[in-house]
């Protein structure tokens, strides 16, 4: 039987990983017209960071439920799998707000 569970977990990775690069994209550009630094490369380091969280989940798609306890006991796949995301999405939330936190700053 087909995991499908580990087919979508890696869809949605992939689409932080697509968002991510979006955001870098869009950062580059604003900064590019408002002379800010170029914090926007944090943007594409999350990204590759998720991305390569991608390849490993990728690799372990086809194994099955009884592969999930085996993995867990190996902090090199516990790292690939939950500390490269959280640590992705953790500094595309940071560079996010020193880039846009301007927008949130505007009154009337």
Same mark, same amino acid.
């Given at each position: 039987m087909f995991d499908w569970t580990g087919l979508l977990s890696l869809i949605g990775m992939a689409s $932080?990983?697509?968002a991510l690069v979006v955001l870098g994209?869009?950062?580059k550009r604003l900064g590019s017209v408002t002379r800010s630094p170029r914090y926007y490369r944090g943007f594409y380091f999350a990204a590759a960071l998720v991305v390569?969280?991608?390849? !490993? =989940?990728?690799?372990? *798609? +086809? =194994? +099955? /439920?009884s592969a999930? !306890?085996? @993995?867990?006991?190996? /902090? @090199?796949? %516990?790292? @690939?799998? $939950?500390?490269? /995301? !959280? *640590? +992705? *999405?953790? @500094?595309? %939330?940071? $560079? !996010?707000?020193?880039y846009w936190s301007w927008l949130l700053a505007e009154r009337g």
């Open positions: $932080i990983a697509v994209l869009l950062s390569v969280s991608v390849m !490993a =989940r990728f690799l372990n *798609i +086809g =194994r +099955g /439920p999930a !306890a085996e @993995l867990a006991a190996e /902090p @090199l796949w %516990v790292m @690939l799998y $939950i500390g490269f /995301p !959280a *640590i +992705g *999405i953790t @500094l595309g %939330v940071v $560079i !996010a707000w020193r």
